[in-house]
Every structure is written in structure tokens, then in C-alpha cells.
């Protein structure tokens, strides 16, 4: 036998091909793990900014002053039970058309919190001007007006000393998912936190 002679390297056998995703699905699982830990999943709390009642913000084209809330049972005729929240304040646009917030679902730039239970909505409804018009606008060029925003919390809802009022910021952009829109007003991922003060008031029929 030759002395250059050396033994064949061994032959290597191919990964099974689960191998390769499971690999791939635990270091998913590693890493997120890792960022839990770190506390890179807790929910931000640097993007609400708290203000004192009775402060006046700027979002978008409004100017907004909040200073208190009231609760109330209602029972309508069918016997449900609800609590009606009411935020009470003031607000005017800044802008040259007559425009009113939007505050309908997950795109209205309102959201109530009662920390007591972690319940949270958003609002029924809301009013402007001392008549208290329902889906009337801010006329532009006007001083601060009465501005209501109503919510409805279940019938566990208990009245807290205070309860958490959040306004969002608003920016003007094109919102759609291919950019060919026109721009509007949307939310902005900032916005303001408010604790107002709550008023109970007596049981209603509705």
C-alpha cells in the first residue's frame, strides 16, 4: 500500500427536510423570547402625553379643551342597563373649512378607559355648540365652542373618581394602501391622555 494512500472522507448524509424549518422556527421563538425579556413587546406608554384637565391641544385642524365627565345609568325600555360617559369641553378648527372630528370606531380619534375594570370604548357620539347638535361641524372662525364626546360602558361600569380620555394627534397624508388617494386627516400613532374628573348623575330612563 502506498504511504501517500489516505482513507476516503466519509460520506456526508443529506438534513432531513424538516430539519432546516424547525431550525428556522426555533430561532423565531428564541429571538422573541429574548425581546419579552427585554420588554420590547410591553405596550409604549411614551406615546400618549398627559394633560392636565382643562388644557387646551392641538390635533390636526382642531383645538380641544376637555375639563370633566359625567356618568349616568340608563335603562331603556326593553330593561338593558348602560352607563352614558360624557366628556365635556370645548373646541373650535383652526382650519377654513367646517369640519367636525371623527369619531367612529377604530379610526375616531377619541377612546375612553375605565382603569378600574380595563374597559375601554370608543364613542357613541358627539356634540357641538350650546344646542348641542349632533353631527354639526366647527364653523371656522369661531372662539371655542361646547363639544361633547358620549360613550356607553356596560352595565358592570362603575363611577370612578376620574377616567382616561385619550385624543389622538391627526396627520394630513394619503392613506391608502397604494398611495393614489386623496390626503386627509388620520390619526397620527401620538396622542394626549387626559384624567377628567367624573360627575355621577341620577339613574335615566332612556
Known amino acids: 500500500m502506498s504511504p501517500a494512500w489516505s482513507p476516503p472522507a466519509p ?7 424538516w430539519v432546516v424549518p424547525v431550525a428556522v422556527v ?3 421563538v428564541l429571538v422573541l423570547g429574548l425581546v419579552r425579556v427585554a ?3 410591553e405596550r409604549r406608554t411614551d406615546l400618549l402625553q398627559n394633560r392636565s384637565a382643562g388644557t387646551t391641544v392641538s390635533a390636526g385642524p382642531y383645538e380641544l379643551r376637555f375639563t370633566a365627565a359625567t ?4 335603562t331603556d325600555f326593553s330593561g338593558a342597563v348602560v352607563w352614558q ?3 365635556k369641553g370645548e373646541g373650535r378648527t383652526t382650519g377654513e373649512e367646517s369640519i367636525a372630528p371623527d369619531y367612529d370606531g377604530d379610526e375616531g380619534m377619541f377612546v375612553a378607559k375605565d382603569e378600574a375594570s380595563g374597559e375601554i370604548q370608543v364613542p357613541q357620539g358627539q356634540t357641538v355648540g350650546a344646542t348641542r347638535r349632533i353631527g ?3 364653523t371656522p372662525g369661531l372662539p371655542m365652542q361646547p363639544f361633547e364626546v358620549q360613550f356607553e360602558f356596560g352595565q358592570t361600569y362603575r363611577p370612578q373618581p376620574v377616567i382616561s380620555f385619550v385624543v389622538f394627534r391627526l396627520e394630513y397624508r394619503d392613506n391608502s394602501l397604494l ?3 386623496e390626503e386627509s386627516w388620520h390619526n397620527a400613532n401620538r396622542g394626549y391622555r387626559f384624567e377628567l374628573p367624573v360627575e355621577e348623575l341620577p339613574p335615566a330612563i332612556s
Open 136 to 138: 354639526a361641524d366647527f
Open 71 to 74: 356618568a349616568q345609568q340608563r
Open 179 to 181: 398611495g393614489n388617494a
Open 11 to 17: 460520506r456526508h448524509r443529506p438534513l432531513p427536510s
Open 39 to 41: 420588554g420590547g413587546l
Open 85 to 87: 360617559v360624557v366628556m
Open 26 to 28: 426555533a430561532a423565531l
